[in-house]
C-alpha cells in the first residue's frame, strides 16, 4: 500500500481507511485521505504493510527514521513506547505528550481512552509543577495518567500517578491542662513526666521510649506536640514559630516536613520516620497494626525536579516492602501525589 510522506504526516488513499482505520485504527481521516502519524508510518513500514514515497523515491526504515527524528522532538521514544503498547495487544492514539492508551479489548469508537501515556527518557528531569498540570489535565478528562520512561537500553517502566486524599483512623490527642515538661536536646526533646510519656506512647504512638519513664520525641513530633499545648519546654518561651525557626535551623527543609506531619496527624494517621527507606516518614492508617505501614510519604518543595532514576529508586524501595510511594509538597495546602509501578 503506497502513502506519499507530507512534512510531519504520512497519507494515504481512501483504499486504506478500511484496511487500517476502520480494521486497526490507524491514523485520521481527513478529507477522504487517511493520516497518520510519523510514528505510526515507521511502525506500518516496519511491518511492511505499507511503502512510504517521498519525491517519488521510495524510503527504507532507516531513511525515514532518520527523516522523522529529524522533524519530531523524541521520535525514538514514541516509536519505542508505540511499538510496544501495539504489539502487547493495545491501542493507543497520538497526544501532545504521548499517547491516548485504550484499555485491553478497547478501541476507538467503543471504549473511550481510560488513559493518558506521557513519555520521557530517563535522563530527562520532570519538573513537579509539570507532572501537577498533566495530572489536572488527566483528571479533569477522567483519565489515568501513565509516565513511560525509557531507558538508555530502550527497556519501559511504567508509573501510575495520582493525587490521592490522606486520612486515617486515629484520634487526635485531647487537650491537657497542664503541658508536660519537655527538655530540648539539639535535635529531640525528652518528655520527663512518667505518665504523659507512657499516653502518647503507648495511646498514640508518638517518640521512643528512652526507658520506662521517660519519652523523646523528634523535632517534628516535638513541634506537633507544642503547637497542641501536649509539652512546655524548658529554657525557652514555648512559641511554636521559635520553636520552628530554631528546627529549621538544625535541619534545613524542616518546616515542610513539619507541615506535612501536622497535617498527616491532624487527619488520624500515625506518622514515624522513613529513614530506614530513605523517606521523611512512614505512615500508618491504623494505631493496632503498626508492624505494617501503608505509605512511606517523602516532602518536596512545590519548585522541586524529579530526577527519574532517584523517583525510579524510591518507588521500587516502597514497593519491595510493600508500601505505597507518596510525595507531599505545599501549593494551596498540602498535596499527595502517589507513584506507583505498574505491569502493563
Known amino acids: 500500500m503506497e502513502c506519499e510522506l507530507r512534512q510531519n504526516i504520512v497519507t494515504a488513499g481512501s483504499d486504506a481507511i478500511s484496511e487500517l482505520y476502520d480494521r486497526s485504527f490507524y491514523g485520521r481521516i481527513n478529507d477522504e485521505k487517511l493520516e497518520l502519524s510519523l510514528i505510526e508510518g515507521a511502525y506500518l513500514l516496519y511491518r511492511k504493510k505499507i511503502e512510504i514515497f517521498s519525491e517519488g523515491k521510495a524510503l527504507d526504515f532507516k531513511t525515514f527514521f532518520e527523516i522523522a527524528s529529524g522533524r519530531i522532538a523524541d521520535f525514538e521514544l514514541g516509536y519505542v513506547v508505540f511499538k510496544d503498547l501495539r504489539e502487547r495487544g493495545y491501542y493507543t492514539k497520538m497526544s501532545p505528550t504521548g499517547f491516548r492508551l485504550y484499555p485491553r479489548g478497547g478501541y476507538p469508537g467503543k471504549t473511550p481512552a481510560h488513559a493518558f501515556v506521557y513519555l520521557i527518557s530517563e535522563r530527562a528531569h520532570l519538573p513537579l509543577q509539570h507532572l501537577a498540570l498533566e495530572l489536572k489535565k488527566a483528571e479533569n478528562a477522567r483519565k489515568r495518567l501513565i509516565l513511560a520512561i525509557v531507558d538508555e537500553e530502550s527497556d519501559i517502566t511504567f508509573y501510575e500517578l495520582k493525587k490521592i486524599v490522606m486520612s486515617g483512623e486515629n484520634v487526635k490527642p485531647e487537650e491537657i491542662e497542664t503541658p508536660a515538661t519537655a527538655g530540648l536536646f539539639n535535635d529531640r526533646t525528652i518528655i520527663w513526666e512518667p505518665e504523659v510519656s507512657d499516653f502518647l506512647h503507648q495511646n498514640y504512638f ?30 525557652t518561651d514555648n512559641e511554636i514559630d521559635a520553636f520552628n525557626k530554631y528546627a529549621e535551623g538544625i535541619e534545613p527543609g524542616y518546616m515542610l516536613k513539619y507541615l506535612v506531619y501536622s497535617d498527616l496527624r491532624d487527619k488520624g494517621l500515625i506518622v ?35 530526577s527519574l532514576p532517584e523517583l525510579s529508586r524510591a518507588v521500587r ?9 507518596v510525595f507531599s509538597y505545599s501549593d494551596d495546602g498540602i498535596e499527595y501525589i502517589e507513584i506507583g509501578w505498574i505491569r502493563l
Request: glycine share 6%.
Open 272 to 306: 514515624k520516620t522513613g529513614f530506614k527507606f530513605g523517606t521523611h516518614f512512614r505512615v500508618y492508617k491504623k494505631f493496632g497494626i503498626i508492624a505494617h505501614s501503608e505509605y512511606l510519604v517523602h516532602t518536596i518543595p512545590s519548585d522541586h525536579v524529579f
Open 206 to 235: 508518638f517518640g521512643r521510649k528512652l526507658d520506662e519513664s521517660r519519652l523523646q520525641l523528634s523535632l517534628v513530633e516535638s513541634g506537633y506536640l507544642l503547637s497542641k499545648q501536649w509539652i512546655r519546654i524548658e529554657h
Open 317 to 325: 524501595i516502597a514497593n519491595s516492602v510493600h508500601k505505597r510511594m
